[in-house]
């Protein structure tokens, strides 16, 4: 059975804190992608051959999404949940008649609609630089949920694990930004020569950018069915994870 | 423990224990039994269990053994209908501090799964003068209001059973004074609340019982009046017209002693209800039929502190 009201109160209360910082949790993604996009887009960008017939500016795209969304979804919900252990407050969640599905559908449905309205932000500032359609925009929506989702359950975990802030911000720092550059997001994989283009292919990245990539313009490293199950096997892997931690009460209780 | 009320119980715990992973023993087989309507005040020093005791009653420790039934459920396995049921204000000032007064009242009460009810919330700010900050941020409330804010979000589900963890801790004398009339107010309405302090002129003043934890274990658990009358004590100084050096029989059946270089009589003894008071009466007429003057006598009850620090100096040499 799950409390409604309760999720309902979680998820308000989380966009509403994440309108509080409006001005700073969308200007700066919107800034970091026009940068990007001045710089690999219009300088670089003009001077490189089309990749698969698509421009190298509207190419990039689909990588600079994944990019912003993997960092800022992480992000939002690891501080979500963080910072409440951090300041006392999970006090209230523990003591309430909550569960994990309460808290999940509240926290990661918070910072996975952050990240859509992010998503959503990015591309039209894309627009704004280069021309570009979507080959299957349902399923782009679908996958960027799903990555969204995703990744806010991670963040989640992050948030559980870390007992500092250095932790809270060693992993995206360290794994997920590189990981992210190196997953494709301003090349093609076949780009790579051998044997790094094979090696490449362990970086669990390059599979969601290449997801993406294939919704935009039909066209990829990786096929897409494969993309979606890997991104819905690190869904479950997360879901799991989160179960186990509210049943034994790691990290959240003493 | 007395079980002389007719109220019926609403939380029972039974052998709770909890030891962390170092191996500090925070809880040690503690048994205890709240009845509905009731006042009572959990005692101790720091770091005896009351917190720990709180928070595996309330879901953020989990205990090592023992069982909690509240309104009948079993917190393990049926949590969530007890847990809608109670209400906790933490020791910490710990809430969301960028957020307006109102917004966290009513997240509080969304959040533990009650429709949205304005009316409520409005009475509840109201009632611990917090209407007209409603709109402000927490962090601009001076520290008595913001522990106001948190009983009023424990308060915003209209708990029967709720937990005030050092309530007044760091408040002044008036804020003080006023918690209590709030609390007071709340158990008019039929809640019943378990309060940890520090204060023990509070446990005097507002409980109906006492128990004492020292160590993670319950030392006792009795009614107020009931300790006070057991373990009270009258204490009578009584200063001499002129020093003596030895007590005559008639006033040595007294549990009296000669102190000051023998200018002061001080009696210690009764029991917290009346008897000690008789026995400094007899005293004196005693002193009057042996010729000894007296020129001041100065008689006071002991306090619930001074019965506290007894017990947990027995404890000590035990």
Request: negative net charge; glycine residues 10%.
């Given at each position: ?5 309760s ?14 910082t409006?001005?700073q949790?969308i ?5 970091t ?12 960008g ?12 509207a ?13 800022e ?10 910072m409440?252990?951090f300041?006392?407050t ?30 959503a ?5 894309a627009?704004?630089f ?6 299957h925009p ?9 990555v969204?989702?995703s990744f ?6 992050l ?8 932790k ?5 720092l360290?794994?997920?930004?590189p990981?992210t550059?190196?997953g ?5 994989i076949?780009?790579?020569p051998?044997?790094?283009?094979t090696?490449?292919m ?6 969601l ?21 890997i991104?819905l ?12 931690i509210f049943r034994?009460?790691?990290?959240l209780?003493? | ?25 925070a809880?040690?087989?503690v048994s ?7 006042i ?13 005791l ?41 809430t ?10 009513s997240?509080?009460?969304g ?8 009316t ?17 941020r927490?962090?601009?409330l ?14 915003a ?26 609390i ?12 940890t ?16 934890i ?5 030392v006792?658990?009795?009614?107020k ?7 009270g004590?009258?204490?009578a ?6 020093p ?24 210690r003894?009764?029991d ?12 004196t007429?005693a002193?009057?039929?042996?010729h ?6 100065d ?20």
């Open positions: 059975m799950i409390g409604w009201r999720t309902w109160a979680i998820y308000t209360r989380e966009l509403t804190r994440f309108l509080r409006a001005f949790s200007l700066a993604p919107v800034l992608t026009a940068l990007y996009f001045i710089v690999f887009g219009a300088a670089i003009s001077e490189m051959p089309d990749l698969g017939g698509v421009d190298y500016g190419f990039i795209i689909p990588g600079l999404l994944m990019l912003t969304l993997l960092g979804t992480t992000n939002n919900s690891s501080f979500g949940i963080y409440p252990r300041t006392g999970i006090y209230e969640l523990l003591s309430a008649p909550v569960g994990v599905a309460e808290t999940l559908i509240g926290f990661v449905g918070a910072a996975a609609t952050k990240s859509l309205i992010l998503a932000i990015i591309m039209l500032t627009r704004l280069v021309d570009y359609t979507v080959a349902i399923l782009a929506v679908l996958f960027i949920i799903l969204a989702a806010s359950l991670f963040g989640f975990i948030g559980i694990w870390a007992d500092n802030f250095e809270l911000g060693i992993i995206p360290l794994f997920l930004t990981l550059f190196l494709g997001t301003f090349y093609s076949d780009m790579l051998a044997p790094w283009d090696i490449a362990a970086n669990p990245i390059v599979y950018v290449s997801g993406l990539r294939w919704t935009f313009y039909g066209q990829s490293e990786v096929n897409i069915w494969v993309s979606f199950a991104t096997g690190f869904l479950a892997l997360c879901v799991a994870i989160i179960t186990f034994t009460g790691w990290r209780r003493a | 423990m007395s079980s002389n009320s007719p109220a019926e119980p609403i939380l029972e715990l039974d052998g709770l224990s909890k030891v962390y992973p170092g191996g500090l023993k809880l040690d087989d205890l039994t709240i009845r509905k309507g009731e009572f005040a959990l005692l101790g020093p720091n770091g005896a269990g009351k917190t720990t709180i928070g595996a009653i309330c879901g953020m420790v989990t205990p090592s053994g023992g069982t909690i039934h509240a309104f009948g459920h079993d917190m393990k396995t049926d949590w969530r209908k007890a847990r809608a049921r109670i209400g906790l204000v933490p020791q910490e000032l710990s969301d501090m960028f957020e307006p007064v109102l917004r966290a009242v997240y509080s009460r959040l533990f799964g009650l429709a949205p009810d304005p409520r919330i409005e009475e509840i700010l109201r009632s611990l003068s917090l209407w007209d900050k409603r709109d402000e927490i962090m601009a001076s520290g008595g209001m913001k522990r106001r804010v948190l009983v009023a979000k424990a308060l589900h209209e708990p029967d059973l709720l937990f005030l963890d050092e309530p007044t801790a760091g408040v002044d004398v008036e804020l003080r004074k006023g918690m209590w009339r709030v007071d107010e709340m158990r008019r309405r039929g809640v019943t609340i378990i309060l302090t520090h204060y023990l002129e509070e446990a005097e003043e507002m409980a109906d019982r006492v128990g004492i020292r160590a993670g274990r319950l006792m658990v009795d009614d009046d009931a300790m006070m009358a057991r373990l004590r009258t204490e100084h009584i200063r001499l017209a002129r003596l050096t030895v007590l005559p029989p008639a006033i040595a059946r007294f549990p009296v002693e000669l102190e000051e270089g023998g200018s002061t009589l001080r009696y003894g009764g917290g209800a009346g008897k000690g008071k008789q026995e400094v009466a007899a005293l007429k002193l009057l039929a042996e000894i003057d007296y020129t001041a006598i008689v006071r009850e002991s306090s619930l502190e001074e019965i506290f620090v007894t017990l947990l100096g027995e404890e000590e040499t035990a």
